[in-house]
């Protein structure tokens, strides 16, 4: 018998925007330093935005500007407050709390912070490499084909409901019998 999951993209799915950078200015702080570091950022994600680089090019270069060295308690810590933050919408209101099939949470956002904000859920998320107990740079980007691959390996090849905003879910959206595409907080 198959399951029948519902997956859900995060950022601009359940929350009506993206909450990496969110997360970054918690564990970083601000100051001329981070606005030096947030600038660098911007370039990057111009080039990403223009075909010049790659998601996971842009990941790590998030990864080293703001939370390279920073300790794995330290991260748990912000990941915690962030979360206090982060403000879900109407799709993570009357629709993700109300399915009653397995959920899953696919995201490229940190599971660090995916894991404090629903706890006990079913989140995969960006992983980080450490070193010493300190962030060292990208484990896991979870975006684009990583997503399926991710999945496959917990034995979904099928997915009952998609919930996602970005055509980066294409490989998700090819084993879905329902997608649902999200757009300033509403199905469109």
């Given at each position: 018998m198959k399951r029948s999951v519902a997956v859900f993209d995060f950022d601009?799915?359940?929350?009506?925007?993206?909450t990496l950078f969110g997360f970054y200015r918690t564990v970083a702080g601000g100051g001329p330093l981070f606005f030096l570091k947030r600038i660098l950022l911007i370039v990057a994600g111009v080039l990403y935005k223009t075909g010049l680089t790659k998601n996971h090019t842009l990941k790590r270069i998030g990864i080293y500007l703001f939370l390279k060295g920073i300790s794995r308690d330290e991260l748990e810590i912000a990941a915690r407050r962030y979360c206090e933050q982060i403000e879900l919408n109407d799709i993570y209101l009357n629709h993700y709390r109300k399915t009653d099939c397995e959920k899953w949470i696919v995201s490229a956002s940190p599971e660090i912070y995916l894991r404090h904000l629903f706890p006990g859920?079913?989140?995969a998320g960006t992983t980080f490499t450490y070193s010493d107990n300190k962030v060292m740079g990208l484990e896991?980007?979870?975006?684009?084909?990583?997503?399926?691959?991710?999945?496959?390996e917990k034995g979904i090849t099928h997915i009952h409901k998609l919930y996602t905003d970005s055509?980066?879910?294409?490989?998700?959206?090819?084993?879905?019998?329902?997608?649902?595409?999200i757009h300033q907080g509403r199905i469109i």
């Open positions: 601009k799915t359940l929350t009506d925007r993206d859920d079913h989140v896991t980007n979870m975006f684009g084909e990583e997503k399926k691959k991710f999945l496959g055509i980066a879910d294409k490989s998700l959206m090819d084993i879905s019998e329902n997608v649902y595409v």
